[in-house]
């Protein structure tokens, strides 16, 4: 399979699945993949061509919410009609990757949908943060994606030995690879991991090597790149938008812009389970609601003490808890309850009525 852009629904991840919930919304619906999201046009993929495609006016009417907006991965019901895709639903998530907004927002921002394996992409050098590597594994095992980390630039001086052991004191047993895009066999150690019609994600920050990854794997200069510069060893980031492409080797892959601010949202689950290892002590505190900061019988802190666990590491996963639980707050401060958006409806039509009736030299009853 090449990576030409009319590709085939089922090497695209088609299944039985799709097809039954696209025949439960009726006949007349197709089905398709989001490639890229740009403003109001959604490209398709799986109609025969590639096609731009649009919400259908009755989907925006309904209002779609912040996560129910097409996202680069998604598979869309569309109904074809003059050479003209309207997308009249989108089909049932298998999984769904987002972060908070940026901001002061809490609003989730779905980032990539469908996706099989989340590839965390780090490097050997300056980029390398077990912190951050957390954040994006939570958020990957909390949108229901496998984490796998990614160590781009191996043929820079290092120690994979100590590499893999902090990574794996961070995420546990789960996979890494070192990888270069200077050699031919580079990336071997990452497409042996790759399997065709699964959807993969490149995410991290600007200048790991991402849109260079994901050339190397198409032979082609689709996403473009410049120089690394010399202050910092970092690549210059060209990538503007996320896009799903298939590969020679029939692996779907979704490259995404770097991401300079990465809040969590919602992955409580992922938390947990990233940081197993802390949840199960902290059921020895001697307080239900221990906060782990100089309580009496706080088995975390005796943990941390004794070197069981890094400090470090701990204060990662308070950090993490208090940043959910906040943004779980604002997100309730700043829903107005049903009753008062209705009766701010209300209000809204009666001013216009007056002024309607004022206009029309009409008096209110």
Request: charged residues 30%; proline residues 5%; hydrophobic residues 40%.
């Amino acid at each position: 399979m090449g990576f030409s852009l009319a590709v085939e629904l089922e090497d695209l991840g088609y299944d039985a699945r799709l097809d039954r919930a696209i025949a439960d919304l009726g006949h007349g619906l197709e089905a398709a993949r989001v490639a890229a999201v740009d403003r109001s046009s959604v490209l398709l993929l799986g109609l025969g061509e590639p096609a731009l495609g649009k919400p259908s006016g009755r989907w925006r009417h309904e209002g779609m919410g912040p996560l129910g907006q097409p996202t680069v991965g998604d598979w869309a019901a569309v109904r074809v009609d003059r050479g003209l895709a309207v997308i009249e639903a989108l089909l049932p998530r298998r999984s769904l990757f987002f972060r908070k907004s940026a901001g002061r927002s809490s609003a989730p921002q779905p980032i990539a949908a469908n996706v099989d394996v989340i590839l965390v992409v780090t490097d050997v050098d300056r980029d390398f943060s077990p912190r951050r590597l957390e954040r994006y594994a939570s958020a990957a095992i909390a949108g229901g994606a496998e984490p796998v980390v990614v160590v781009n630039k191996a043929d820079l001086p290092h120690d994979p030995d100590e590499l893999s052991t902090t990574i794996e004191q961070v995420l546990g047993q789960r996979r890494c690879v070192f990888v270069t895009t200077r050699r031919d066999d580079g990336l071997v150690p990452l497409l042996d991991e790759m399997a065709p019609r699964r959807t993969y994600a490149l995410v991290g920050s600007s200048g790991v090597g991402k849109s260079t990854i994901l050339n190397r794997m198409l032979g082609e200069e689709r996403q473009s790149t410049l120089d690394v510069r010399e202050a910092d060893g970092k690549g210059r980031h060209t990538t503007t938008r996320r896009e799903l492409v298939a590969t020679p080797t029939g692996a779907l892959v979704i490259d995404t812009p770097g991401m300079r601010e990465f809040g969590i949202v919602d992955a409580h689950e992922g938390v947990a389970e990233i940081f197993a290892d802390i949840e199960e002590i902290a059921g020895g505190c001697r307080y239900r609601d221990c906060t782990h900061h100089g309580e009496p019988g706080c088995a975390v802190e005796r943990a941390s003490a004794e070197g069981i666990v890094p400090a470090a590491r701990v204060q990662s996963w308070i950090d993490l808890q208090d940043e959910l639980a906040l943004n779980e707050q604002r997100a309730t401060e700043s829903k107005p309850s049903n009753a008062k958006k209705r009766w701010k409806s209300i209000n809204k039509e009666a001013r216009r009525m007056r002024r309607l009736h004022g206009k029309l030299g009409m008096k209110d009853r």
